[in-house]
């Protein structure tokens, strides 16, 4: 163990392990499997990365990281070549002369870690060079995809049981930030992990502040949003993401934010291959780039500096949510997830999973955990305790929610519910077929529309017995009603909202209901006071004097990033930068201090960043 803490010291600049990640590192560097759970920006890289440094000093072989995605590997092994560790990657972003060079030095043991994708890692050719060579440990990184039950399953990941059969000595380590007990279950049988120690960390993301908001005009929400939480005192826009359902809205909105004078890209899987790439590229190496996005992309960026994530659709699980959203402040610093819901989405979703191609089970497990996330989105009570309560952890109100930070208000809305409850059934009783929400509600209001008088609905009991409420405050009780399982979309796939056994009660007077009360979403406005975006700028409280040392050290880490064409965030994280320009260490002494400053950064930019920081 006291050489794991050296090289923690030594490689990546840090004075001790956090969390569960001491037990961890000692449980695999010992020879040991292992089953790791821990939220994004907890650190889970260093639990495989320090264990394959002790192993391969040990003679023991090289570290094989399997990973999903071709930035994922570009991005780590980026950063472990900056620290002083020789790690490469093998995948089809080579080509086939790199690839066999990569290979011949692996198997001379000139490697300490090796990345690979699955999909390369199970050929014939692969697993024979891994035969014949030395191998520390296996981490099969991102272990969710595993799991035919999670939400990004990929079948190669379900042969990787492979490795235990072939190298039943070699210890492995599965770790990913996702996965609810039937995820887990399936993760250890998969993989043939029975025998190994499961490490459950926090999911809590405490820098993470979340915030769900009722979808009035989605894209002036969220620019409001970003130029009011996100918008730098010298005009420029945090890093972002903003995940919309289709490729098409990926676009639109990207555009639109472009016109509004924001730095906008669009990504997305029907996009050319190479522009895409480039999107992406753009994206790691620069700031202030907001990346509209189907979740096709993010899984493997390992962008530290990503100030916010934004839903402008419902995602299809609290686990989608919880990985999506995970990907703002991976660096620790404060950083918020913000989402637009509305009743749409609510059906959309349903209707995407009544048309999807899969069988009865499978619908009946992505309905189930469609409504674990309506409820999330529903609660009047903490966000927070509300989604770690999803992965079994107990937690206390984080007054850093919405729910939090201004508590929503609540009603007994039994009398309403039981207005549309009736009003679904008589609806149908008298048309033989259900309708959709907007029909119900213009009954409710008492609008005769001509499709209301053309069914002869307006002659119904319930025709304008609701007149007293708006068409949003209707839409939120029908939402909510949706959530708490009183009404379904109907399986045939329009839309068309039907009553649940659970409604029977309610309608017969036995069962109370309890619902959020209707609040007209409120523009988020700049000029209101401070600005509201200093709660995620890495340099608020600073002095003048420090502000500008913080510049100077980001012009600096930006011209040496260049230099080595790599991100900025390879050569230091913002928190690294902040420290520095708060600090201002005079001596190569006082400079050894700071976190994120290991001894290959410290040999080659000791004396530059002593010189940037003295300029004052």
Known sequence: MSRCLA???EVFGYPAFRGPQADIVEHVAAGHDSLVLMPTGGGKSLCYQIPALVRHEAGLGAGIVVSPLIALMQDQVAALTEAGVRAAYVNSALTAAEAAATERAFARGELQLLYVAPERLLTARFLELLARSRIGLFAIDEAHCVSQWGHDFRPEY????ALHERFPQVPRIA??????????EE???RLALNNARVFISSFDRPNIRYRIVEKD?????LLDFIR???TNVDGTTDSGIVYCLSRRKVEETADWLVQQGLRALPYHAGMDAQLRQRHQQVFQHEEGVVMCATIAFGMGIDKPDVRFVAHLDLPKSIEGYYQE?????????????WMTYGLGDVVQQRKMIDESEADELHKRVQTAKLDALLGLCETAGCRRVHLLGYFGETGQPCGNCDTCLEPPATWDGTREAQMALSCVYRVQRASGFGFGAGHLIDILRGNATERVKQRKHDALSTFGIGAALSEAQWRAIFRQLIALGLLAVDHGGHGVLVLTQASKPVLKGERNITLRRYAKPKRV????????????DPTAGMSPRQRARWDRLRAWRSETAKADGVPAYVIFHDATLAELARSAPVSLDELRGVPGLGARKFERFGDELLDVISDD
């Open 325 to 337: 959203t995970g990907r703002a402040g991976r660096d620790g610093l404060a950083s918020n997830a």
């Open 217 to 221: 005009n989605a894209r002036t929400q």
């Open 187 to 189: 993760i250890i049988e």
């Open 158 to 161: 379900m042969q990787l049981s």
């Open 525 to 536: 406005r700049e000029a209101d006071g401070a600005r509201r975006g200093e709660r995620t």
């Open 228 to 230: 009011a939480e996100h």
């Open 7 to 9: 090289l923690l010291k």
């Open 175 to 184: 770790l990913t930030a996702t996965a609810d007990a039937l995820t887990r």
